[in-house]
């Protein structure tokens, strides 16, 4: 009888272990779906979003499904309320201690697109007009706020429209409003369609460089010559704009392996993503001013210091008489350090020079061959680029410009082949029936 009660209390310690392990077993061996909030269904945001989700499936991850959003406060919120486990936010954007950051994604710019005859030249200018906004509660109608503050202009000066960019888009072309305001990744094919199909304009912000020497989620950036229209260069010259980073934000609460293998997976799967959405090039970590102001998962940390030589940590006293040595060094490698800055920028300035080529051999061309074989070659200069991002050949300052001249060139052969398609049809003359 001992023996058998004995047994039986076994039996009983091993099924209660065996109901804890499952009730607490971390989820990242329990893979499952993680909802990710994005933007509207024409923005940069749900575009990444949609290509995380067919690119990244793994072990740690499991499936991602996409859901729309206004913007960038909404998915802070929905990450906040338990709502979403994985949002894009932008680097302005506040994130309560239910969320911290993973990586940073592409920079986004602001775009004024005023109407050619509205008289607005300057953002000053946009006093006494009627200007398309996003949301009032969105994230990018708290930058447009800070724009006209910026500028000292009320805005009750302005009659303000809200909504969103095909909104503004329909509105803008039929003479309903005079500008739009939108934070949106530089080559956004919605406002490509509508700079090439209504008279308008990209206005600078001229004060751009002020704006960001006040707050430190702002850059200032340069948006090239025909970055959205190659036939009517727009803009027609380069221009200066503000800029702000996008960032992946997550729950604090899921577990770091579940994190990790979706920061890993970023990673692992640029080029996959990049084939989807150019701006995928530009996942980085996050700069040491974002880790100030956010918080990074402990799951990403384990992915970024996962080569970190912990040996130098145990061995420390030893490796403190090498110090010394190390000194005598320095000179030597801050030269090779200036050498091989200085490499990186002429293999990207090699490939604007590609691009350049190519974009000239666009004008001469005159069969479908030849605008193929351009167009493969076009996308090799690409994929070039990418592979000597991973490996450290380029630098992504270097990528930014080349990324800008790579989509222009795209954009002049795509309206070249149309030309010539259109040019095509109307040779062969109508069809006898």
């Known amino acids: 009888m001992t023996l058998f009660r004995f047994s039986a209390l076994i039996v009983a310690v091993l099924a209660v272990v065996a109901g804890l392990a499952f009730v607490f077993w971390p989820e990242a061996e329990r893979s499952g779906e993680l909802?990710?909030?994005?933007?509207?269904?024409?923005?940069?945001?749900?575009?990444?979003?949609?290509?995380?989700?067919?690119?990244?499936?793994?072990?740690?991850?499991?499936?991602?499904?996409?859901?729309?959003?206004?913007?960038?406060?909404?998915?802070?919120?929905?990450?906040?309320?338990?709502?979403?486990?994985?949002?894009?936010?932008?680097?302005?954007?506040?994130?309560?201690?239910?969320?911290?950051?993973?990586?940073?994604?592409?920079?986004?710019?602001?775009?004024?697109?005023?109407?050619?005859?509205?008289?607005?030249?300057?953002?000053?200018?946009?006093?006494?007009?009627?200007?398309?906004?996003?949301?009032?509660?969105?994230?990018?109608?708290?930058?447009?706020?800070?724009?006209?503050?910026?500028?000292?202009?009320?805005?009750?000066?302005?009659?303000?429209?809200?909504?969103?960019?095909?909104?503004?888009?329909?509105?803008?072309?039929?003479?309903?409003?005079?500008?739009?305001?939108?934070?949106?990744?530089?080559?956004?094919?919605?406002?490509?369609?509508?700079?090439?199909?209504?008279?308008?304009?990209?206005?600078?912000?001229?004060?751009a460089e002020a704006m960001a020497l006040f707050d430190p989620a702002f850059e200032a950036g340069t948006v090239p010559v025909g970055t959205y229209s190659g036939e009517r260069p727009v803009p027609a010259a380069p221009i200066p704009v503000v800029t702000v980073s996008s960032l992946v934000a997550v729950r604090n609460d899921l577990p770091p392996q579940t994190v990790e293998?979706?920061?890993?997976?970023?990673?692992?799967?640029?080029?996959?993503?990049?084939?989807?959405?150019?701006?995928?090039?530009?996942?980085?970590?996050?700069?040491?001013?974002?880790?100030?102001?956010?918080?990074?998962?402990?799951?990403?940390?384990?992915?970024?210091?996962?080569?970190?030589?912990?040996?130098?940590?145990?061995?420390?006293e030893p490796l403190a008489l090498g110090v010394t040595a190390f000194a005598l060094l320095m000179s030597a490698a801050w030269q090779g350090r200036v050498w091989l800055s200085g490499a990186r920028k002429n293999r990207a300035d090699h490939y604007n020079l590609e691009i350049i080529a190519l974009t000239a051999r666009v004008e001469e061309a005159s069969t479908d061959e030849e605008f193929a074989a351009i167009r493969r070659e076009l996308f090799s200069i690409f994929e070039r680029a990418i592979v000597d991002l991973d490996n450290d050949r380029i630098e992504e300052k270097s990528l930014l410009s080349f990324s800008f001249a790579w989509q222009a060139a795209a954009t002049t052969l795509n309206h070249r082949q149309l030309l010539h398609k259109v040019d095509g049809v109307r040779a062969a003359g109508p069809v006898d029936a």
């Open 261 to 316: 293998g979706l920061t890993r997976a970023l990673f692992e799967n640029r080029q996959a993503m990049v084939r989807l959405l150019p701006q995928a090039a530009f996942i980085a970590a996050p700069t040491e001013e974002q880790r100030r102001t956010f918080s990074v998962h402990p799951g990403a940390d384990q992915y970024y210091n996962q080569d970190n030589p912990h040996f130098i940590v145990e061995y420390a």
């Open 35 to 207: 909802r990710v909030t994005a933007g509207g269904p024409t923005g940069t945001y749900h575009a990444f979003a949609s290509a995380m989700a067919e690119t990244i499936k793994t072990a740690e991850v499991g499936s991602l499904t996409v859901m729309a959003s206004n913007g960038a406060n909404e998915n802070a919120a929905r990450l906040a309320a338990g709502e979403a486990d994985v949002g894009l936010i932008q680097a302005d954007t506040a994130l309560g201690p239910e969320a911290s950051i993973i990586a940073r994604t592409f920079p986004e710019a602001f775009h004024l697109v005023v109407r050619d005859d509205a008289g607005i030249e300057s953002v000053n200018d946009l006093r006494g007009k009627r200007v398309g906004v996003p949301g009032l509660g969105s994230g990018s109608f708290g930058l447009f706020k800070l724009l006209l503050r910026h500028y000292e202009i009320s805005p009750e000066a302005l009659t303000l429209v809200e909504g969103g960019l095909s909104d503004h888009a329909a509105r803008i072309e039929n003479g309903d409003i005079d500008a739009f305001f939108m934070v949106i990744a530089l080559g956004n094919p919605a406002i490509e369609r509508v700079v090439e199909e209504t008279d308008t304009l990209l206005l600078p912000i001229e004060q």
